[in-house]
């Protein structure tokens, strides 16, 4: 199964919002999925918010799944992203808040 993380990213510092989807990234993959890390994709364009959310969304929608980080509720993106996998029918998997 090929997975896409989801998460907060906006006004997080870099190396914690890394951190925590490179976790989930190591997590995922020691349980044998296949794994989007948006964080880790190629953005040739203007680097604008909606220029990223587009580009993720291309990839999500090649995805089987979503996994949801625990703090998905307070990203704009990861909203989206979440009706996004839902509209298109794919597996949700949510990250247990105890768990970063």
């Known amino acids: 199964m090929l997975i896409y993380i989801a998460g907060k990213v906006t006004d997080l510092p870099e190396h914690i919002y890394k951190t925590k989807f ?10 044998k999925f296949k794994v989007v890390n948006p964080l880790k994709l190629p953005h040739n ?7 990223y959310l587009r580009e993720d969304l291309k990839a999500l929608k090649k995805c ?10 307070d990203s704009r993106g990861a909203l989206i992203e979440h009706w ?3 509209r298109y ?5 949510y990250q247990p ?4």
Not at 22 to 31: P, S, W
Not at 64 to 73: T, V
Not at 89 to 93: F, L, Y
């Open 22 to 31: 490179d976790n989930a990234e190591h997590g995922l993959l020691l349980l």
């Open 45 to 51: 364009h203007d680097k604008s918010w909606k220029e």
């Open 64 to 73: 089987d799944g979503a996994f949801m980080l625990y703090n998905w509720k």
């Open 84 to 86: 996004f996998a839902k």
């Open 89 to 93: 029918n794919k597996t949700i998997i």
């Open 97 to 100: 808040n105890y768990i970063s």
